[in-house]
């Protein structure tokens, strides 16, 4: 099974996406196509040994559209500059169309206002009455020039019709065709001599609707453009160039020549090229870019650093790791890109309502046009003046792009605040949460053990005792004995020289220090040793009632004290636990702790359920027992040994750094490791959501109450006016700008609260 992404040009609306997705899955050997109205994106999957990546483009370009393969190492600036290319001809094409539509509506509408008593300059020559034959004229010679500048919309829709697959071009071409030719039919009568017939010209629609969608589609394009605006950002951050060390010297390279093994130079304000390992140097390094953390963080040799990042201070020099595709920022672009082109669940019923909407609207306006023309005793320029209204302020385009530009907007959000969200199933998904569950160990904890407590007895200092225990502790290799080391160190203690050192297995250690035997470990150890600890028996009790392991130490077969290590709480533990019940959503937490120290935990964040001494091979039964409760679930782990109950999670969400981006057992990816993000994805998706309900219903509600009324159903009820053809173009071209518009407004969507 091979994926690929194919650019599509030529696509005008959800009419165009869904035919292109009939077509390729007539194909043998695809196995699923889905085409992105609003990213000009094709995601294919294929079996390369049944069918040619060839042959799907030939599909698709058969069916009169062009098919490109967007991953070229250029691709993104192509196709930045194809974008303004196109917005910059549609502004044109819509300057033309106002120039000379706007005197051709003058020209048609000035004597029918004269006739209500509104007076207003106008050419004595054009008089319609007197010069009928110069005034037709003089407005076919108007409408022509911008006709030409929508020469697409009769190309492209008129071909549609041709395939038997028409699309909003085509309802274009039939409407605005039928007012042109209806017009030059009454043109050739009033050059017979039938001047009545200047009465039944509509030169001026046809001019207006053309002029009026160019609008639509240069605002629709602008908007679109602004939907992608943070995979834009993402594709902007890689530099072009990067200064590698040869033969001693500094050279600058174009950064698709660095090689893996290459030694980078990196100076102050400079951004890093490529992910690596920092070799020589010292300097803090801007990650916000990948993670959304503000604050700098510090890198020195055996630090490793990320493409696209900025070196703020020092400067360094490190060793290429991963280049190209394989680099954190490429995975959270290709993240990113897949996000933007999946299609939520939510669309399905769009999709279904698009691949029959523009020959259902053909058949409307033409039982209406007939109904009409029957109706009215032969009346052909009220049943024409249907017929032009139904197919004009019929959208499939609002239809189309309701979905993908919200979650275009929304997975693009998460982005810039460090939230990877993977499809649009996910993103959909994660809005029904009822349980959270919490992987203790890095999600809830720091994920690393720290000496939070020294006590002392025999009247020793607490210095003096964690020195002692850190100098017993530096040969061992458990992670409690390496946390005390790190503790002491971190509080600038000199380690002392252990004379011996021996291993306890289960128990402790037990080392000769200046002299002194010192034994270091669990109660059992003291306990066989014949030591008593009962002065700090209660305080014992209290650090193992606070989730805290006691580490007794003893010199000489005297107790000196206990030095107490913990997985510290993350500092957002709580604040994202009290977020989450907010939102009416219980917290449970996952751990192999004994029940005893995972409920010290729990009441320290007020988790609502603890499952204790859960073995990694056993998360996978507890998140099912939870979904047999009839309850969605999030997962949220490291993605490694949580991988399993990641995958079973109705969504897993993983916590780790830019390097773990590719984790597939997750729907989301945390890329600050901040526990108060899970609460963040989970409103942003829900604020996706209810952005899609609004574009879907606004959409739909759009078309329901629209076509009746350019159908003349206020007419026929209650004897109103019809609808001008010029208002249902104007109301068209608006409903796919008015759609983007409310998508955009995610982008005021804040992570923090």
Request: proline share 4%.
């Amino acid at each position: 099974m091979e994926n690929r992404v194919l650019s599509i040009r030529g696509m005008t609306c959800a009419a165009c996406a869904g035919r292109i997705e009939r077509v390729v899955k007539k194909l043998e050997g695809v196995e699923s196509v889905s085409v992105n109205l609003a990213t000009e994106k094709a995601t294919v999957a294929y079996q390369p040994q049944q069918v040619r990546l060839a042959a799907i483009r030939g599909a698709i370009e058969k069916a009169g559209y062009e098919a490109l393969e967007p991953d070229k190492a250029n691709a993104a600036d192509e196709d930045r500059a194809l974008k303004k290319k196109e917005i910059k001809t549609l502004w044109t094409k819509f300057i033309v169309a106002a120039a000379f539509s706007l005197p051709l509506l003058y020209i048609a509408m000035v004597p029918m206002l004269t006739g209500y008593g509104i007076r207003l300059p106008y050419p004595k020559g054009l008089d319609p009455m007197n010069y009928s034959l110069i005034y037709a004229l003089s407005e076919l010679a108007l409408v022509i020039p911008v006709i030409g500048v929508g020469y697409k919309f009769y190309t492209v829709g008129f071909m549609s019709l041709l395939r038997r697959s028409p699309n909003m071009d085509s309802l274009i071409a039939i409407g605005t065709t039928a007012a042109v030719l209806y017009s030059v039919y009454n043109t050739c009568r009033i050059a017979q001599g039938q001047f009545i017939a200047v009465e039944s010209l509509y030169f001026e629609t046809a001019g207006v609707i053309i002029t009026l969608i160019l609008l639509g589609k240069s605002l629709e394009a602008v908007s679109k453009g602004r939907t992608g605006e943070a995979i834009k950002k993402l594709m902007g951050l890689a530099p072009k160039t990067a200064i590698i060390m040869q033969d001693g010297e500094e050279k600058e390279i174009p950064i698709e020549e660095v090689e893996i093994g290459d030694c980078l130079v990196v100076k102050p304000g400079a951004k890093i090229p490529v992910d690596g390992t920092v070799t020589e140097g010292h300097t803090s390094v801007d990650e916000s870019m990948l993670t959304g953390e503000s604050m700098p963080v510090d890198k020195n040799a055996g630090s490793p650093i990320y493409a696209a990042t900025i070196n703020t201070t020092g400067s360094i020099r490190f060793r290429a790791d991963k280049i190209g595709a394989d680099t954190a920022l490429a995975q959270i672009i290709k993240l990113v890109e897949d996000a933007q082109g999946s299609k939520a669940p939510i669309a399905a019923l769009a999709d279904k309502v698009s691949g029959v909407f523009v020959p259902v609207v053909c058949l409307i306006a033409l039982a209406a046009g007939t109904a009409w023309f029957f109706g009215t005793g032969g009346d052909i320029k009220f049943a024409l003046t249907i017929f032009i209204s139904v197919l004009v302020i019929a959208c499939p385009c609002a239809l189309g792009l309701a979905t993908p530009t919200a979650i275009m907007v929304g997975t693009g959000k998460g982005a810039e605040n460090g939230i990877l969200i993977k499809g649009g199933e996910a993103l959909e998904t994660a809005h029904k949460i009822q349980t959270v569950i919490f992987d203790k160990t890095g999600t809830i904890t720091e994920g690393k053990p720290t000496v939070t407590d020294v006590l002392t007895a025999d009247g020793l200092s607490a210095d003096d005792l964690l020195q002692i225990t850190a100098s017993a502790e530096r040969g061992s290799e458990h992670p409690l004995g390496q946390a005390i080391v790190a503790g002491a160190r971190n509080r600038g203690l000199e380690l002392l020289k252990a004379d011996g050192f021996d291993s306890v297995t289960g128990r402790g250690i037990d080392a000769q220090i200046g002299g002194m035997r010192v034994l270091a470990g669990n109660r059992k150890l003291m306990d066989e040793r014949g030591i008593s600890f009962a002065s700090l028996e209660r305080d014992s009790d209290r650090l193992a009632d606070e989730g805290k392991t006691p580490m007794y130490v003893a010199g000489d077969g005297r107790p000196m004290g206990i030095v107490a290590v913990a997985d510290v709480m993350k500092v957002s533990g709580r604040a994202a636990v009290e977020s989450l019940h907010k939102m009416g959503i219980e917290v449970a937490m996952i751990t192999g702790d004994n029940k005893k120290t995972a409920a010290a935990i729990a009441g320290q964040v007020g988790i609502d359920r603890v499952l204790a001494e859960v073995l990694p091979q056993d998360k996978v039964s507890e998140v099912k027992k939870l979904q047999d409760e009839g309850r969605k679930v999030a997962m949220v782990g490291d993605g490694i040994n949580d991988a399993p109950a990641l995958a079973q999670a109705d969504v897993g969400i993983a916590v780790g750094s830019g390097t773990d981006v590719a984790m597939e057992s997750a729907d989301i990816v945390l890329m600050r490791s901040d526990p108060a993000d899970v609460s963040a994805a989970i409103r942003l998706s829900k604020s996706t959501i209810r952005n899609i309900k609004q574009n879907l219903f606004w959409a739909f509600g759009y078309n329901v109450i629209g076509i009746p009324i350019a159908a003349g159903m206020l007419h026929l009820l209650w004897g109103g006016p019809l609808l001008n053809p010029i208002f249902a173009a104007a109301a068209m071209s608006f409903s796919s700008v008015s759609v983007l518009t409310n998508a955009l407004r995610l982008k005021r969507f804040k992570a923090t609260r």
